[in-house]
């Protein structure tokens, strides 16, 4: 069965320094994959997505992710955190048929000042 | 204001009664969805919809009825509400699915005493 994973709970950085979540996937073929975040008290909201085509994507808040298919990885980076960073991220990987989606379990992010 | 809104926000209900959960969104998506969000378990499917009177099962759907007489409105039931589903409800909706992007609600918490 397809699967997320997302190996991090929780993970602490201070504002300015560099952020990367790990995500893993468990599938045969390159599926949909996202990431999307959750400020508290709020629904989520989408940072990027990918299908194809350049393995490094762009997403909104400064935020970007890779591809790397070799590993079924798809890690979000950021080069400096910002305070208002601080929210929970999900990792979510859609596929070709079916309305089957998965999302991982989350990483909560903390930014201290 | 246009989006996706869900009511209550917050509800308090007994084991065995009936809860409905309303979600409503203004963009004329096709596609709607309910999801749970439990600690550790990420957002699990219920149910979704393709379309109006289209609805079809999710990952966790036992215990929940969804409706959907119009394109706007996608209610989700408890028939009758146990422990085990005090948690927080999401509605969402998309325009082709969910791999296209997800627009979410900010959430229903429900707590089942």
């Known amino acids: 069965a397809q699967s997320v994973t997302q190996p991090d709970i929780h993970i602490t950085v201070s504002e300015g320094a560099s952020l990367e979540l790990r995500c893993n996937y468990s599938y045969g073929a390159t599926p949909y994959l996202f990431w999307y975040v959750q400020s508290p008290g709020q629904g989520l909201q989408l940072l990027l997505k990918y299908f194809s085509g350049d393995t490094l994507v762009q997403g909104i808040k400064g935020f970007e992710a890779e591809f790397k298919r070799s590993q079924s990885s798809f890690n979000l980076r950021k080069p400096s955190v910002h305070w208002s960073d601080a929210a929970e991220y999900f990792c979510?990987?859609?596929?070709?048929?079916?309305?089957?989606?998965?999302f991982g379990p989350g990483t909560r992010l903390s930014v201290l000042p | 204001d246009a989006g996706i809104t869900q009511s209550p926000r917050y509800k308090i209900t007994e084991t065995g009664r009936q809860v409905t959960l309303m979600c409503h969104q203004t963009w004329s998506h096709s596609y709607m969805f309910w999801y749970r969000q439990d600690l550790g378990h990420g957002l699990r499917l219920i149910y979704y919809s393709a379309a109006a009177d289209i609805t079809d099962k999710g990952e966790v759907p036992d215990g929940y009825v969804v409706s959907r007489s119009k394109t706007e409105n996608f209610p989700l039931t408890l028939e009758s509400a146990t422990r085990s589903q005090t948690s927080v409800y999401f509605c969402?909706?998309?325009?082709?699915?969910?791999?296209?992007?997800?627009?979410f609600g900010s959430g229903t918490q429900l707590s089942v005493l």
């Open positions: 979510a990987v859609g596929f070709y048929y079916g309305q089957n989606f998965v």
């Open positions: 969402a909706s998309s325009a082709g699915g969910p791999n296209e992007k997800l627009f």
